[in-house]
């Protein structure tokens, strides 16, 4: 299972990174996705980053969070600066792997003005 970590709550403009231990080896994971929802509004994707190191970032987040995996550690980690308010948000991590989806338990991020 995925394993999602490192929310909490931080003042505005502040920093967290989240960080998401993937089961087994990165190689057999096709990407690794961080998803944020908040109440009644659909899940989005915030950033994913994929088996050959390419990264997605979200325009509304871009400049601000950073994904990046540590294949020796077999995580995935969501630096997220400069956070503002409408980044509050309960995130997920998921992965795709022989076409297949596994989601992680999300990591509560609230962020205060």
């Known amino acids: 299972q995925l394993q999602a970590s490192g929310g909490g709550l931080v003042q505005a403009g502040g920093s967290l990174r989240l960080s998401c231990a993937v089961p087994?080896?990165?190689?057999?994971?096709?990407?690794i996705d961080w998803y944020r929802q908040t109440p009644g509004k659909q899940r989005e994707l915030v950033a994913s980053?994929?088996?050959?190191?390419?990264?997605n970032i979200a325009a509304s987040v871009k400049g601000r969070f950073t994904i990046s995996r540590d294949n020796a550690r077999n995580t995935v980690k969501l630096v997220m600066k400069g956070l503002k308010a409408e980044d509050t948000a309960v995130y997920y991590c998921?992965?795709?792997?022989?076409?297949?989806?596994?989601w992680g338990q999300g990591t509560l991020v609230t962020v205060s003005s």
């Open positions: 980053i994929n088996s050959g190191g390419t990264t």
């Open positions: 087994g080896s990165m190689a057999v994971w096709n990407s």
């Open positions: 998921h992965g795709r792997r022989w076409s297949l989806d596994y």
